[in-house]
């Protein structure tokens, strides 16, 4: 995984999502299928993307006993995912078995699928995370905390804010993953992302992977959209 832009394919059907791609000449993408698009289409979406020749970020966040988030996993590494997640608040003993499901389920000479886990989610407040969970730290404490125990269980990453990316990278290395959602281009209305960052200032700040969502998906031409976006994440514009 070499710094991709994922496209976040955040459509109710196939239909959608063929016709999105098709707005695409023969550009090779990283896509992320989340959990409506899997739930209506089942794993076959899955497998026609990967066939099309399309990377895939299964967005499912697993969280269950680990036995049965370590199934789950062999049967995700069947349908040749390059990445997936958990949340690890499910624990070191949930992630090792993602990990050991993911190995067995991973075909031989194949390449096991990256997994990363969900700290906090976003729409957790600091508040909410102390009256609702009992946690009694601060946010930042507990998303720290949590990547650390991703790094421990061996995880290849974390899902984080680019606001977050630096801090982890200096913590846990930069082999270790930032994959951030919350990009917009600097002139963008943030819609319902509370913290917004461009794609250059996550590229400063050593982010792994931007995940953007309805920036390319709603825009009047999807391809314009999705190459303003990767030529700022590379650093062809700033
Ligand atoms: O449309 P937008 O660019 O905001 O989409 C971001 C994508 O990343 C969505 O698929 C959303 O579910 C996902 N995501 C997020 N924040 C997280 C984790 C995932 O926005 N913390």
Redesign the pocket.
Known sequence: MKNPLII?L?FAEKEEVLSFLGKFPEEKLFV?V?MELFYQEGPDMVRELKAAGHEVFL?LKLHDIPNTVGSAMRRIAGLGCDLVNVHAAGGSEMMKAALEGLDEGTAAGKKRPLCIA?TQ???TSEEQMRAEQLIPVALNDSVIHYAGLARQSELDGV?C?PHEAKLLNSRFGEGFLTVT????LAEEAA???KRISTPGFARQEGVSAI?????I?KAADPYEAYLSFKNQWEGVLS
């Open positions: 976040a955040d992320k989340g967005d969900v989610l976003t729409s899902v804010s959602p919350g990009i917009r819609g319902d992302q995940v953007v969502g309805r920036s998906t």
